[in-house]
């Protein structure tokens, strides 16, 4: 047997091991959707919608023609050739839709988060927070005042997110990168993905507590 016809499975199925692992260490329990969830967030806008049942129909077209031309026309082909026009599909409207909405995107102004009077940011660090599925990357915000998130331009959801520090009733950590962050009036918990996701959150449920006049002098001194 050639060796590249077992190399190259072999290959493939240890990057699906690593991606695997990576996922798990990264967000513990939550692998699967914030793993899966950004992908179906993706795949169901409508532009790429579009953009997917244009590249599967011309998909379809080119290889079935070229199927029946050859006399390949059997039921089984035709299920694996239609398979193949919708993952090839796919392709094409990433291809075609992407560059479009970047450049649309970069003429776009950024996103601000706006403090409130008298309010003093702390800190910000890079971070992502999901909404809807979309795993959005910007600034993960502490204020005096408020925990939230400023994301950057290239992202679908434009919204900036914020919650209270005595509104934030608890939180977990999952894998080595997610806080959870549950807070009073909301459903779901929140996600922020974080260096350091155990010491951001003992950190607010420190400041909390405190009065607001005295939080600024207290994360600085623990910084």
């Known amino acids: 047997m050639d060796s590249s016809n077992v190399a190259q499975p072999l290959m493939f199925v240890g990057f699906l ?24 967030f993706l795949v169901t806008r409508t532009p790429v919608l579009v953009g997917w049942g244009i590249g599967a129909a011309v998909m379809a077209d080119l290889l079935l023609s070229g199927a029946a031309h050859r006399g390949r026309s059997s039921l089984a082909d035709l299920w694996i050739l239609s398979g193949l026009s919708i993952f090839c599909g796919l392709g094409f409207a990433a291809l075609g839709v992407a560059p479009i909405w970047a450049v649309r995107q970069a003429f776009m102004p950024a996103p601000t988060f706006a403090l409130e009077p008298g309010e003093v940011l702390i800190e910000e660090v890079a971070a992502n927070h999901f909404l809807n599925g979309e795993a959005r990357g910007g ?16 992202n679908v ?60 002098e207290e994360w600085e001194a623990r910084a």
Not at 21 to 35: C, D, E, H, Q
């Open 17 to 40: 091991a690593t991606l695997f692992w990576t996922m798990r260490w990264a967000a513990g329990r939550l692998a699967p959707s914030a793993a899966f969830g950004p992908i179906v």
């Open 139 to 154: 600034r993960a915000l502490i204020t005096n005042r408020r925990v939230g998130f400023r994301p950057h331009r290239f």
């Open 157 to 216: 959801q434009l919204d900036t997110w914020s919650a209270r520090l005595e509104d934030i009733e608890s939180f977990e950590v999952e894998g080595a990168r997610f806080l959870v962050l549950k807070t009073a009036g909301s459903e779901a918990p929140t996600w922020l993905v974080l260096m350091n996701p155990q010491a951001v959150g003992e950190r607010l449920l420190e400041l909390a507590k405190l009065p607001k006049r005295d939080r600024t």
